[in-house]
């Protein structure tokens, strides 16, 4: 990308915007520093690091309280989550799942030798479509996995009565979900079980991590054990298992950050107050609002760019952020049918996702979260209203 493509270097009429230093999407939020040095210390004062110590003992319980389920079993990672848990619900053969998700979904599938069958999904809510769900089942298809995309959650009542009427397990990924509701319930308690990713990006993080939470005690007590090598007891196994267990360090993490969640989630809702006031007005940006009477963690400050309004493409317009330290995501694209193994598996899949693929192509995601200031949002957003309003001059040099 030459120089002449960012927008600071125009100094137009006087309008430069201010240098920024680096701001990512997915910059981890970090609770008490006091709190979590004191808890690493009490773990290697107990010389306890992993295998089911206290620090984890202590998170599990405390999620279970926090999402009102009966259990909450802590994991290594989302990933690994998503891929107990279909195995322990005995999913096989097809599974339903948006392709607008983060590919983790489908590899965790496709990982066990189940083939996921992209569905496409909703244009105001980018989660699954159920009217759209019920013509893939086919005679291999075992289950459905709904994705809370940005913490919304999926049209979970549908798709339970399609899962009921089709004996199908329905099962959620709620790698972004955590902390929001769905009709005033926490998300964690809806379907056979749901899955939580704590990565460092999540607005709240084990640094890596994950959580299934369920209310089926036989599907607990089988993710248990399987996350422990299929351990039965001390010299006896069971099932064949995994190593998915957390270690300590990350529960610590954990213990510190839920203690910050409420101060997380409403400096997330602030800044997407913010962006909300300063993007609106510019033509050809959408910001994809969240319904008001349910809890949010605002998370993701998602754009849609429409490139004719905008004179501007979403792929030059994040060029153009990138250009200025602003590291914008084009989550998610490519969406998983795109990407390799299932492009060459099911070249044609994309005939059937018509919004996947045009959300893919027009969706943006902004930083926040606790290191982005209110002045980093107004820095952000006048960069963005100069290079709309300066669109022609440099598309001219974008590659
Ligand atoms: N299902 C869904 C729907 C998901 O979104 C995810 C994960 C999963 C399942 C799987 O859960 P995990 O197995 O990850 O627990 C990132 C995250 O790595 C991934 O966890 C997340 N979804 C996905 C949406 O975003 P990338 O490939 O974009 O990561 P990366 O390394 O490019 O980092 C993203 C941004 O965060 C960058 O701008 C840099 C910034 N960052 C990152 C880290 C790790 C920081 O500022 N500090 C950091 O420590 O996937």
């Known amino acids: ?18 240098y920024v230093s680096p701001l990512h999407v997915g910059c981890p939020n970090i609770g008490n520093r006091e709190t979590f040095l ?16 206290e620090c984890v003992q202590e998170f599990e319980q405390r999620l279970s309280k926090l999402l009102g389920v009966r259990h909450c079993i802590a994991i290594c990672n989302g990933t690994v989550a998503l891929e107990l848990a279909t195995r322990a619900l005995g999913l096989q053969g097809e599974v339903i799942v948006p392709s607008f998700t983060f590919v983790a979904t489908a590899h965790a599938l496709q990982w066990q030798g189940i083939t996921p069958v992209f569905c496409d999904v909703d244009p105001h809510t980018h989660t699954l479509d159920p009217r759209k769900v019920e013509p893939m089942i086919t005679p291999r298809t075992t289950g459905i996995i709904g994705v809370h995309v940005w913490g919304q959650a999926c049209a979970i009542e549908a798709l339970t009565e399609i899962a009921q009427r089709r004996s199908l397990k329905l099962m959620f990924d709620a790698a972004h979900a955590f902390g929001c509701t769905h009709n005033g319930r926490m998300i964690g308690s809806f379907g056979e079980a749901e899955v939580f990713s704590f990565h460092a990006t999540k607005v709240f993080n084990t640094l890596e991590g994950g959580a299934i939470a369920t209310n089926n005690d036989e599907l607990a007590r089988k993710i248990r054990l399987m996350k422990n090598f ?3 007891d001390y010299d006896r196994v069971d099932y064949i298992g995994t190593n998915g267990k957390m270690n300590e360090i990350s529960a610590a993490m954990g213990l510190t950050n839920l203690e910050s969640l409420d101060e997380f989630m409403a400096v997330n809702r602030r800044n997407h107050e913010t962006y909300r006031r300063e993007l609106a007005g510019i033509p050809g940006l959408s910001l994809f609002v969240y319904n008001q009477k349910e809890r949010n963690n605002h998370q993701y400050v998602v754009v849609e760019v429409d490139a004719e309004k905008a004179g501007l493409s ?14 914008a995501r084009r989550y998610f694209h490519p969406a998983c049918h795109r990407m390799e193994p299932y492009r060459s598996c099911f070249p044609h899949a994309g005939l059937l ?16 979260g606790t290191a982005v200031s209110e002045n980093d949002i107004a820095t952000v957003c006048s960069i963005i209203r100069l290079a709309i309003r300066h669109a022609k001059e440099l598309t001219k040099h974008v590659s």
């Open 1 to 18: 990308m030459s120089g002449k493509t960012r927008v600071s270097d125009l100094a137009i009429n006087g309008a430069r915007p201010a």
């Open 38 to 53: 004191r808890c690493i210390n009490e773990v290697l004062d107990r010389r306890w690091l992993t295998n089911g110590g």
């Open 230 to 232: 299929g351990f039965t």
């Open 314 to 327: 979403r792929n030059n317009l994040v060029r153009i952020l990138h250009a200025e330290n602003i590291l």
């Open 353 to 368: 996702l018509p919004e996947t693929e045009r959300l893919s192509e027009h969706i943006m995601c902004l930083p926040t």
